[in-house]
DNA sequence: GGGGAGAGATGCCGC
DNA sequence: GCGGCATTTCTCCCC
């Protein structure tokens, strides 16, 4: 397809709102929230129908520049051999321009995906079995409220433990740092002088925690409990069958 | 392009480690971080020289499902009319399963793309300003360090006042949150216990900061100062020129 | 490779 | 829209 005929189809299947792909030896600016610049290369471009257009190099899972949803989209031939698409969003502050100086491919069609993903093995999750079922974080443990509402952010899981102290439990997926006991202090120094009480514990829910994070909370007088999210039990569970039937 | 070729032509592209985009109808399964199921729906797929590939919808900036670089696939025909590609990433321990019941389009072809993007406007360089130019953030604030390291993280600038007392400089590029007041606390409790000193000062400087962060900065006696990013000042400066001008 | 923190973060939900 | 926060965050830099 020549730069011509790439110019009409690509601006026809726009109007129509298809989901336009190509693959080009481009250079493409971005000014908004930054500037950057990034000069001739092979890519492969994404425009959706809702407007947001990517750029991919042939590495990486992020595109390299990219405009949001919403954007508005203009191509012409810049001269007889090159073209530029130029993209703006004056909401967000977004202008983007391509020059295309070959073109490798281009393709177009209609879409039709109302669908939703279905997704678990959240923090959400995590914290809705802990909720549930809160000796698993410790002996005595009784659930009194999820999400919290604080002044200073929302409380994953609001307990009390055996000897009527008020405990804070803050979740993470993935490996605590710093920044989540960060988030417990902020949490239980709240608590402490919205409710004016000194009988407040916290504990920190992970798979794991780092070493100097770990220093921090027990800095703190906070406490670790190591519990995996509920997929990884799930899986967890399996091996340790197909181990066993082996 | 019929299933039986689709898979063929897969094939090669991919032992060639060619850039393949295809458009399908499809449903996704991906297990490993977490487990998602995503069912039939249209969708264009992205698989990169590196090995990663993405699935994504006709809406939005990210891809639905994807697997890292370094990934394993594999395509075979399922039946008569459908084609399964199976794709794993044992390091990462992930897994994820693509149904291709239509096939809208196939490309595959080879990329060259050495180039680094360029980006300007970034924390860091607002760090280096403030560094540079202590005195925008307040009169006789004098630099002693950029980038110190705590064994609670590493402060973004650290200065002294006119009356030597140390200012702890914590610099957000967006709008500041309640993260931005608990990192700069974390920097000044540490430097208090290590430095075993008292006469120590907090600013966190940002374009803005949300009401209740800066009532948190109040609670804890630190000062906000409201700065833009290098870059924006320099649009400031454009917009307010050609204001001028008109 | 782990730790720490930024990112043009993005996306989701709540008010 | 802003706020607060999780994310299969991703990416980079430093140790």
Known sequence: ???????INFANSYRKKEFIVFSAECEVTYSGKTETKLSL???????????SLQVHQPTGNVP????KEG???NINLLDGNRVIINSHNIPQGDYMQIIVHTLHFFNSHKTEDGHKIQLTGTEKDMSDMIYENPTLVEQGLKSVKQEEQTNYGFIDVLCRDENNNLVVIECKRVKADFSAVSQLRRY????????GITNIRGILV???ITTNAEMMLNDYGYKFVAIDPPRYLEKLKKSQKSLGEF
Chains 1, 2 share one sequence.
């Open 1 to 7: 397809m020549d730069l011509q005929k790439f110019v």
């Open 188 to 195: 239980i120094d709240r608590v402490k002088e919205t409710k």
């Open 206 to 208: 992970a798979p794991a």
């Open 64 to 67: 390299i520049n990219y405009v």
């Open 41 to 51: 290369g092979d890519r492969v471009i994404l425009l959706k129908p809702d407007g």
């Open 71 to 73: 954007t508005d989209h």
